[in-house]
Nanobody, 127 residues
């Protein structure tokens, strides 16, 4: 079992930056592909980014590619989402998620494959 806890959300002006963190419990962090999703009011949860177990492979949604960077620190059991050049349309609750094993690009984009979810952290970007 894995427990996930996000932090780092907040209010930022357009063009600014935030770094989200997701701390994972347990000793098998390296067994999990990790993902970030977001959900804006009235919208479905959408894929943002994912990272392989080793951290050597990353995937991004087209809407954030070039602005967001996902990374992981196995020593700290933590996955990060560095968000730069933020836009008002990035406003959402951001969730981290974990799925056991290695996953393909297409799999990582589907929230149904993730077994564990954090409680979410609010990101608000003002114009």
């Amino acid at each position: 079992q894995v427990q996930l806890a996000e932090s780092g959300g907040g209010l930022v002006q357009a063009g600014g930056s935030l770094r989200l963190s997701c701390a994972a419990s347990g000793r098998t962090f390296s067994s999990y592909t990790m993902g970030w999703f977001r959900q804006a009011p009235g919208k479905e949860r959408e894929f943002v980014a994912a990272i392989s177990r080793s951290g050597g492979t990353t995937y991004y949604a087209e809407t954030v590619k070039g602005r967001f960077t996902i990374s992981r620190d196995s020593a700290k059991n933590t996955v990060y989402l560095q968000m730069n050049s933020l836009k008002p349309e990035d406003t959402a609750v951001y969730y981290c998620a974990a799925t056991r094993g290695e996953r393909s690009y297409y799999d990582t984009r589907d929230p149904i494959i993730y077994n564990y979810w954090g409680q979410g952290t609010q990101v608000t970007v003002s114009s």
